[in-house]
């Protein structure tokens, strides 16, 4: 069984363009968590999404950011009109149900904006 | 709102060696889950080791166990006979039902040969 998959392992964005992240969860998989972790920093969550539907969001810049996980296909956390503060290791994680399940790790993806 | 504190940025230990990392986190609800998680230089996010809070029983995985005292609201971990492997940064985790993960700022261990 496949572990959670995410690309591009590494992302080199300008400032002012656009950057798409993507995440396969395991199979079976139908809860994605987004967590970004700044420099010397630890994770700190984004956005909690099952199949269709953003479940807690609590996490997310107001403006710029957005995710799906559609019915078909792998989550993707979208970042518009990049900045330099965007700079980060963004993880995916991925749970078989909500609740009490363990939630297992991306390899996560390393965004730099020059 | 849940926290997560560890007070220890950087710790060392000598090979074959313990060491213990604290951590303390503060909850409203009884029902949680605690986690510490390793992150070595690859970045890769590894856990080490859960706790369910109803559980009064220290959780053990080989080499890790920890100190769970729920009333204090303490969940510090114990790495016996240290190995070079060991060396990454330390998260330590909560976890209420249903909810995100909340990390502390980590702490970075070193092991000395």
């Known amino acids: 069984n496949a572990g959670v998959m995410q690309n591009p392992r590494h992302l080199v964005r300008r400032r002012g363009q656009e950057a798409r992240l993507r995440c396969s969860p395991m199979?079976?998989?139908?809860?994605v968590y987004w967590y970004r972790q700044l420099p010397e920093e630890g994770l700190k969550f984004m956005v909690y999404?099952?199949?269709?539907?953003?479940?807690?969001e609590s996490g997310m810049p107001k403006e710029r950011f957005s995710a799906e996980f559609p019915k078909e296909g792998p989550s993707i956390l979208r970042i518009q009109q990049v900045v330099r503060g965007d700079s980060a290791a963004y993880f995916c994680?991925?749970?078989?149900?909500?609740?009490?399940?363990?939630?297992?790790f991306g390899p996560g993806t390393r965004l730099t904006v020059t | 709102a849940q926290t997560v504190t560890q007070s220890q940025p950087e710790m060392s230990v000598q090979e074959a060696e313990t060491v213990t990392l604290s951590c303390t986190y503060d909850?409203?609800?009884?029902?949680?889950?605690l986690f510490w998680y390793k992150q070595p230089p690859s970045r890769q996010m590894i856990l080490v080791i859960r706790?369910?809070?109803?559980?009064?029983q220290n959780a053990t995985e080989n080499r890790f166990s920890v100190n769970f005292q729920k009333a204090a609201k303490s969940f510090s971990l114990k790495i016996s006979d240290s190995q070079l492997g060991d060396a990454a940064m330390y998260f330590c985790?909560?976890?209420?039902?249903?909810?995100?993960?909340?990390f502390g700022a980590g702490t970075i261990l070193r092991v000395k040969s």
């Open positions: 706790q369910e809070a109803y559980k009064q």
């Open positions: 999404l099952q199949k269709e539907n953003i479940i807690d």
């Open positions: 199979k079976g998989h139908s809860h």
């Open positions: 985790a909560l976890r209420e039902y249903g909810n995100k993960l909340v």
């Open positions: 909850t409203s609800e009884s029902d949680y889950y």
């Open positions: 994680a991925s749970s078989p149900n909500g609740g009490r399940d363990e939630q297992y």
